[in-house]
T-cell receptor, first 111, second 110 residues
Framework: TQLLEQSPQFLSIQEGENLTVYCNSS?????LQWYRQEPGEGPVLLVT?????EVKKLKRLTFQFGDARKDSSLHITAAQTGDTGLYLC???????????FGKGTKLTVNP | EAGVTQSPTHLIKTRGQQATLRCSPI?????VYWYQQALGLGLQFLLW???????NRGNFPPRFSGRQFPNYSSELNVNALELEDSALYLC?????????FGPGTRLLVL
């Protein structure tokens, strides 16, 4: 059983479209992080959210942490081809520093 | 500032052999984490080292082991390699809650 479920698993859209990807769990997380990973490289941290209901913006990317700290979403406005990649959410629980990862959403933005 | 570095970038082994993967953390980071990213399984936590000690271990057999050196660099050893050990092995370092990843070592077991 995957602790963090990400959806959709695959997403292919045209440049300029908006999209939202989701990260859901039945468990509470003390923090949630979003990463983007490109082929052959390690994940790169985009944002960390720690407070329930928190919203963070990073240019065209908007991240939200659910009120109950069990879920998160990533919204991209006016997607660009450079946004193509694997988007991973990961969370920490309690005092553990171990990161639990979802399987990711593979996003392809077509020109 | 240099990021997390890993070596080698690629490694090809045969079943039953041993593999050694290396990781150098960001300067000043004392914690090193190892993850396995196999096709279709996502990133799975392997090991966490901090200040030279193993602090936590994921659900992997004992043939996966490692150590952290006094300079905080780390090694991951995989003994008696099996075909399903083929994966991207990622190392991350941290000083607090945020983990920063290296580019990974791609291990292929034939």
């Amino acid at each position: 059983t995957q602790l963090l479920e990400q959806s959709p698993q695959f997403l292919s859209i045209q440049e300029g479209e908006n999209l939202t990807v989701y990260c859901n769990s039945s468990s509470v997380f003390s923090s949630l992080q979003w990463y983007r990973q490109e082929p052959g490289e390690g994940p790169v941290l985009l944002v960390t959210v720690v407070t329930g209901g928190e919203v963070k913006k990073l240019k065209r990317l908007t991240f939200q942490f659910g009120d109950a700290r069990k879920d998160s979403s990533l919204h991209i406005t006016a997607a660009q081809t450079g946004d193509t990649g694997l988007y991973l959410c990961a969370g920490t629980q309690g005092g553990s520093e171990k990161l639990v990862f979802g399987k990711g959403t593979k996003l392809t933005v077509n020109p | 500032e240099a990021g997390v570095t890993q070596s080698p970038t690629h490694l090809i082994k045969t079943r039953g052999q041993q593999a050694t993967l290396r990781c150098s953390p960001i300067s000043g980071h004392t914690s090193v984490y190892w993850y396995q990213q196999a096709l279709g399984l996502g990133l799975q936590f392997l090991l966490w080292y901090d200040e030279g000690e193993e602090r936590n271990r994921g659900n992997f057999p004992p043939r996966f082991s490692g150590r952290q050196f006094p300079n905080y660099s780390s090694e991951l050893n995989v003994n008696a390699l099996e075909l399903e050990d083929s994966a991207l092995y990622l190392c991350a370092s941290s000083l607090g809650e945020t983990q920063y990843f290296g580019p990974g070592t791609r291990l292929l077991v034939l």
